[in-house]
């Protein structure tokens, strides 16, 4: 009986995303791990158990998927969650009343919420900042900071952070540095690598790939906040059941097949609407003319399937995403299939509209999540539905 654990790197990544953190099934040997659908285990006697005694507490399908996980972030300990707010929910939960967070401003809109409408209500407080220049991070920082939290790149408008550059200031500080990396994923970014603490994933999106679960996950080195983080993952309850959990560790299987593809296809989705006369902003950092293309140059090996436009006129913008044939009209992003959406009134609505209005997320933005289908049908369908817009 073999297995490859998490901290063993002399697999290279393709390897360790279908073999990393899981052991032959001991009763059959059979290959895939099983889905440990129960919420106890017996004990042979007072006190004498197999490692396990409550599911919440441990299941040895989620704990497959959380060391396969840290494995592919650099990490050492994982943590799966019922949803990527959740994951965030117990990030928060590292923090006491009268703390303060710094965070990117162009984050997902539910995070924003969570932020805002939870969070700062029990004490919290949080400066939101344009995280493309380390200055306003730094100009942020207050007495009572704890805490710097990004996304990169951000959703919806591709914006990047350097990570190395805020790895040096939040370890000069002793902050927390937490890093949602579900838009690149650990394929083409990982953070621990650049000083972050925490890595964290919407298990919904690009890790599982086929829009069928929700989760979230936690990735860490250290072990102290491994042990914080466990403590508040089984105290609080927060966890996936072991389907969604089987399906996340499914679906990893194939992460490098499909990241390969989304990056393909985004690159020329990308390519094609930059000369697209319709389009008066275009947000893909595959591109040259992307502001921060350097640095994506720098810390990605690759630039994924995710792709922002703005086409100036907001009732056009919803004629288009109403019109495509093949992006459907949908939440989420990163499974197989493409979606498109509409960020103000989908993704980011619950985010105020000054503060969308300073970012440009404008009402005449259009989201791409760019799936695995031919890339030539993905532009003869959006072709179609501008011209079917104008």
């Known amino acids: 009986m073999t297995r490859i654990l998490p901290h063993d790197h002399d697999y290279h990544f393709a390897t360790r995303s279908v073999h990393a953190g899981q052991v032959p099934e001991p009763l059959s040997g059979a290959v895939m791990t099983p889905i440990y659908q129960t919420s106890t285990y017996i004990q042979s ?35 799966a969650f019922g949803s990527g707010l959740a994951a965030l929910d117990t990030v928060l939960k590292l ?52 805490m710097v939290y990004c996304e990169t790149p951000t959703n919806p408008m591709m914006h990047l952070v350097d990570l190395g550059a805020l790895g040096d200031l939040t370890q000069a500080h002793g902050f927390l540095y937490v890093v949602d990396n579900t838009f690149a994923t650990p ?55 072991p389907m969604d959990c089987w399906l996340a560790l499914r679906g990893l299987k194939t992460l490098p097949l499909r990241m390969r593809q989304h990056d393909a296809n985004g690159r020329l989705v990308a390519g094609w609407l930059s000369g697209r006369r319709e389009i008066t902003r275009l947000y893909y950092p595959g591109l040259p003319s992307h502001p921060q293309h350097e640095l994506a140059c720098r810390q990605m090996s690759g630039f994924g399937g995710m792709i922002a436009f703005d086409l100036g006129d907001p009732a056009r913008a919803r004629r288009l995403v109403e019109q495509t044939r093949i992006f459907a009209l949908a939440e989420s992003l990163g499974g197989v299939e493409s979606l498109i959406g509409h960020p103000a009134s989908m993704t980011h609505a619950s985010v105020p509209l000054a503060m969308r209005s300073g970012m440009g997320l404008t009402d005449s933005l259009v989201r791409l999540s760019c799936g695995v289908e031919d890339g030539g049908d993905l532009v003869g369908d959006l072709e179609r539905a501008l011209e079917g817009s104008a």
Do not use: W
């Not at 490692?51 to 704990?63: C, F, K, M």
């Not at 401003?105 to 995070?111: D, I, R």
């Not at 394929?187 to 890790?207: N, W």
């Not at 102290?224 to 089984?234: T, V, Y």
């Open 45 to 79: 006697a007072l006190g004498q158990h197999r490692g396990y005694e409550y599911a919440r507490t441990q299941n040895p399908t989620r704990e497959a998927l959380e060391r396969n996980v840290a494995s592919l972030e650099g990490g050492t300990h994982g943590f």
């Open 187 to 241: 394929y083409f970014q990982r953070p621990l690598e650049s000083g972050a603490d925490i890595v964290l994933h919407s298990t919904t999106k690009y890790l599982n790939g086929h829009s069928d679960m929700v989760g979230g996950l936690l990735i860490v080195s250290r072990d102290d906040l491994a042990e914080r983080l466990g403590f508040i993952q089984n105290a609080a309850g927060g966890v996936p059941g």
């Open 95 to 146: 923090l006491k009343s009268g703390d303060h967070v710094i965070c990117g401003e162009n984050v997902y809109g539910g995070s924003h919420r969570l932020m805002q409408r939870i969070y700062a209500e029990l004490g919290q407080r949080f400066t939101f900042v344009d995280m493309r220049e380390i200055g306003n991070v730094e100009r942020a920082l207050t007495p009572a900071t704890r």
